[in-house]
């Protein structure tokens, strides 16, 4: 079990983070990945902020994510 969350926890780099940031923005602007972010609904609780310059700031948590981990449905919060 140890292993298994240290191996999650590897893919959350910060390069991960920022490009599912730029993803996100690359949605709203042109709806690419709309099978990801539009399967997660609109965020309400959670956000994080870019350490880069961006359109958007704080970013929803659940759909960057859902883009790193390549879901759309998670179990509990």
Do not use: C
């Not at 140890?2 to 042109?30: G, P, S, V």
């Not at 690419?32 to 609109?42: H, P, V």
């Amino acid at each position: 079990m140890i292993e298994k969350k240290h191996d999650q926890a590897a893919l959350f780099t910060r390069e991960a983070i920022e490009a599912a940031m730029n993803a996100y923005d690359d949605y709203n602007q042109h709806g690419t990945r709309a099978e990801i972010f539009d399967a997660l609904g609109t965020p309400s609780d959670y956000w994080v902020r870019s350490t880069q310059s961006s359109p958007q700031s704080p970013y929803p948590t659940k759909p960057i994510v859902g883009f790193i981990r390549e879901k759309t449905v998670f179990n509990g919060g």
